[in-house]
Nanobody, 115 residues
Framework: QVQLVESGGGLVQPGGSLRLACAASGSIFRLYSIAWYRQAPGKQRELVARMTSGGSTNYADSVKGRFTISRENAKNTMYLQMNNLKPEDTAVYYC?????????WGQGTQVTVSS
């Protein structure tokens, strides 16, 4: 089983930026799609951004133009660059490798956007 370890969450003011990272164990990272999800209190987990093994991406409408997903296969690491953060971006963010149904998940990292 692949282990995913997240880092980079924290408290930031509205309009600020954060970069989340998720490092995966094992050597199969490059073969799978990657994704970031988030879950706010009282809400369901939602897809934020996804990237296929070939590099195609899609984003939730609420983050388009502000967030960027990327991957560095040589380091088995995925990233989520978050710019112009808004209070409604506050949530626990989870990385995912290989799909929501059968894939592996990180432990989650808290992102709080507040003044």
């Amino acid at each position: 089983q692949v282990q995913l370890v997240e880092s980079g969450g924290g408290l930031v003011q509205p309009g600020g930026s954060l970069r989340l990272a998720c490092a995966a164990s094992g050597s199969i990272f490059r073969l799978y799609s990657i994704a970031w999800y988030r879950q706010a209190p009282g809400k369901q987990r939602e897809l934020v951004a996804r990237m296929t093994s070939g590099g195609s991406t899609n984003y939730a409408d609420s983050v388009k133009g502000r967030f960027t997903i990327s991957r560095e296969n040589a380091k088995n690491t995925m990233y989520l660059q978050m710019n112009n953060l808004k209070p409604e971006d506050t949530a626990v963010y989870y990385c995912n490798l290989g799909g929501a149904t059968l894939g592996d998940w990180g432990q989650g990292t808290q992102v709080t956007v507040s003044s």
